[in-house]
């Protein structure tokens, strides 16, 4: 799997959108961006995924740059519940189990 | 959907005895399930693969007498820590691919081991 590099921390303040980044520099051509979100003493929860296209769902939108060597995870209007560590993985989708978990990144959602 | 449910939540238990933590996927069939086990401020370390009606595949460094794994059903999988020690305290959680075919986790809540 290919190696991310995410911020260690980051705040945010209620109501406002969080941009997490993430890069992969040595992103694959059959790899897909994988978030993951850990609120604290619970199990992981999934949020999203992607291959190169842009992508939104319920929870939160990815963007992917053209090279695909970074992304972007948007919580649009993030709430004190979204405060939690966010994990971003890059595998290829029919290798779940192997889902390398790196140090993430702590987002701190103020009031 | 794609529902994982773990139990205990939370359990204590004494040095030298055996611990069992299960993990079902509530709303569809896993074949394959995830264990892991994760430290106070680290990240989470995949111990082992489960795979239903086949033996488990151990991560390297993971005792597999220590830690049973059976899968017998395709909606349970269940972890024994053995002879349980100290060091074995840890946040235990489970997961499963879901039923969509696009390589998403869905994890249980975990299970608080502590062994005193």
């Known amino acids: 799997d290919a190696k991310t590099t995410q911020p260690t921390s980051m705040d945010c303040a209620e109501g406002r959108a969080a941009n997490l980044p993430c890069n992969h520099s040595?992103?694959?051509?059959?790899?897909?961006v994988y978030w993951y979100r850990q609120i604290h003493s619970q199990g992981p929860q999934y949020i999203i995924h992607?291959?190169?296209n842009n992508e939104t769902n319920e929870m939160a939108s990815l963007i992917i740059t053209e090279d695909r060597k970074s992304s972007t995870l948007i919580l649009p209007h993030a709430t004190l519940r979204d405060t939690a560590v966010y994990y971003c993985?890059?595998?290829?989708?029919?290798?779940?189990?192997?889902?390398?978990f790196g140090d993430g990144t702590t987002l701190t959602v103020k009031p | 959907g794609a529902v994982v449910s773990q139990h205990p939540s939370r359990v204590i238990c004494k040095s030298g005895t055996s611990v069992k933590i299960e993990c079902r996927s509530l709303?569809?069939?896993?074949?394959?399930m995830f264990w892991y086990r994760q430290f106070p401020k680290q990240s989470l370390m995949l111990m082992a693969t489960?795979?239903?009606?086949?033996?488990?595949?151990?991560e390297q460094g993971v005792e597999k007498d220590k830690f049973l794994i059976n899968h017998a059903s395709l909606t349970l999988s269940t972890l024994t820590v053995t002879s349980a020690h100290p060091e074995d305290s840890s946040f235990y959680i489970c997961?499963?691919?879901?039923?969509?075919?696009?390589?998403?986790?869905?994890f249980g809540n975990g299970t608080r081991l502590t062994v005193t």
């Open positions: 709303d569809f069939q896993a074949t394959t």
């Open positions: 040595t992103i694959s051509g059959n790899e897909y």
């Open positions: 992607g291959l190169k």
């Open positions: 993985i890059v595998r290829v989708n029919t290798n779940a189990g192997k889902s390398t």
């Open positions: 489960s795979n239903e009606g086949s033996k488990a595949t151990y």
């Open positions: 997961s499963a691919s879901g039923d969509r075919g696009i390589g998403d986790l869905h």
